[in-house]
């Protein structure tokens, strides 16, 4: 069992609620403590896995105003949804090309090193969903690393969200090591939040030999709430959502395959996910986590949000949503 501190998880879900714990030195940890009354995204046409994505990641990233000297000699986490091993499924994962492609824009600007991370929430032998999915293939370059969150060293970062009764988080010490988090999830509905995009992929960030599988922590003590503040504490500096195929109906699993055909990116997540959410056809003032994140995280509202590349418009497809599920009731834009 891993264990930081003498904290064991029995003993951390029996004081979850006490006191504060220690504080982990660095920036990276801080809360967003100041409103973003605009944002930008960029939405760019992509309509396979073939085409050159890297390109596309570079020009996004231009377009967004990241400067190299922001990315140069930093450390560069992507953390990707590998949910679980999908064998020709590609709806379900973010696909290794897109995930590639954002390693290569990232070291082309000079990035020191590149993390690609993942705490898968379904299955726990992590290597046979990367060999499933395809990312083995990933790690010929040396200067990319996969990083298995689910059994890294373990850190105690105080919850500076505030919206579960979660005192404190326990993060993967890997997290600590990098300057930039990027999210990049799929393009997906979910049966209990609605939508599943940057926000949400950040619950792959903290460890399930800890939250246990499917994070069971945190669903007890609210999605919504848990979505928020994780963002709130780890503030993640960048989102790249793979929408080139995404999922529709009954996701994040169970869900059929939808071409949407866009990668979406930017630097504030809750602009980000209400763009996509729009371009699958979904109010984004519905979805609660947004709703709640709009003016404390990020502007979700279309007139704070500036539009770069494509207009989410000109590549709206709407996504089914199933009546039976609740959270898909009423979604529709």
């Known amino acids: 069992m891993n264990r930081m501190h003498g904290y064991t998880r029995r003993r951390f879900l029996t ?16 809360a967003c403590t100041s409103q973003k009354l605009r944002a930008e995204t960029f939405i760019a046409k992509a309509s ?18 990241v400067s190299s000297e922001e990315i140069r000699g930093k450390r560069i986490l992507l953390k990707a949804n590998i949910v679980e091993p999908h064998r020709g499924a590609e709806h379900i994962v973010t696909n290794p090309a897109v995930v590639f492609a954002a390693a290569e824009a990232f070291l082309k600007l000079g990035a020191e090193r590149v ?7 379904h299955c726990r032998d992590t290597y046979q969903i990367l060999e499933e999915s395809g990312f083995d ?9 996969f990083v298995d969150l689910n059994y890294d060293d373990w850190l105690v970062i105080p919850n500076s969200g505030g919206r579960t009764n979660l005192k404190s988080f326990i993060f993967p010490a890997t997290l600590k090591k990098a300057d930039w988090i990027v999210s990049m999830p799929k393009l997906k509905t979910h049966h209990w939040a609605g939508a599943t995009l940057s926000m949400k992929n ?11 599988w499917p ?9 919504t709430e848990s979505i928020i503040d994780l963002n709130s504490t780890l503030h993640p500096q960048f989102a790249i959502v793979d929408g080139i195929i995404g999922m529709e109906g009954d996701g994040p699993i169970m869900g059929t395959a939808k071409n949407a055909g866009v990668l979406v990116m930017g630097r504030n997540l809750p602009a980000v996910d209400a763009t996509c959410a729009r371009l699958m056809g979904i109010n984004p003032h519905k979805i609660p986590y947004l709703d709640l994140a709009d003016n404390r995280l990020g502007p979700i ?10 207009r989410w418009q000109s590549v709206r497809t709407n996504f089914q949503l199933v009546d039976y599920i609740e959270a898909h009731r009423g979604l529709r834009l």
């Open 202 to 212: 950040l619950f792959g960030s903290l460890p399930g030999s800890f939250y246990g």
């Open 115 to 121: 993390f690609v991370a993942e705490g898968a929430g």
């Open 15 to 30: 004081t979850i609620t006490a006191a504060p714990l220690a504080v982990a030195s660095g920036a990276f940890f801080s």
């Open 215 to 223: 994070k069971n922590v945190l669903h007890n003590v609210g999605i």
């Open 137 to 145: 293939a990933l790690f010929d370059n040396p200067k990319i690393t």
């Open 48 to 65: 396979h896995y073939t085409d050159n994505l890297t390109r596309l990641i570079l020009a996004g990233i231009q377009e967004l105003r």
């Open 301 to 310: 509202n279309d007139a704070f949000i500036i539009q770069r590349g494509e």
